[in-house]
């Protein structure tokens, strides 16, 4: 049986290589090449390597490795193609409401913005409900709206600093 660090390498090598867009997809050229692997393991490995499925020039949504700006945030676009500005994490606004934020984002891109913002564990950030294109983000009581937006920029490279 081949080991974690190797099926975790397909998997990247596969991506970078292929337009994937389901795991079944994806399932079968890591069978073809030996590894033993179930659709939950391949759930929690894409999880682990923060893969996310983002749309084609096509529509067709497909899944891509992060890439990372130069302070090691996450970079979602698919390989090959001169990122757009919506491909460079999907974000389009951010509004202010007392401790509320609200972020637009592109379709398909809130759930992986938020995943990040949440995992980043900030205090100042209670926490992140997500749609499709939509982010709501809770701050901690007595955050401004520029300590926010800073934080928020950490995860959404398209944020510049206040």
Avoid: C, W
Wanted: aromatic fraction near 8%.
């Amino acid at each position: 049986m081949k080991k974690k660090k190797e099926r975790l390498d397909a998997i990247k090598e596969i991506i970078v290589k292929s337009r994937i867009s389901s795991q079944d997809e994806l399932l079968e050229p890591l069978l073809s090449r030996g590894f033993d692997i179930t659709q939950a393991t391949l759930s929690r490995d894409l999880k682990q390597l923060k893969i996310a499925k983002v749309p084609d020039s096509d529509g067709k949504y497909i899944y891509v490795l992060p890439k990372t700006d130069s302070i090691g945030n996450a970079i979602q676009y698919p390989t090959n193609e001169e990122p757009s500005q919506n491909e460079l994490g999907g974000f389009l606004s951010i509004q202010f409401s007392q401790n509320l934020a609200v972020i637009k984002t592109s379709p398909g891109f809130a759930g992986s913005i938020a995943y990040d913002i949440d995992f980043g564990h900030s205090p100042e950030i209670l926490g992140t409900i997500a749609g499709d294109d939509t982010i709501l983000v809770v701050l901690q009581e007595g955050t401004s709206h520029k300590k926010a937006y800073d934080i928020l920029s950490r995860y959404i490279p398209a944020l510049r600093p206040y």
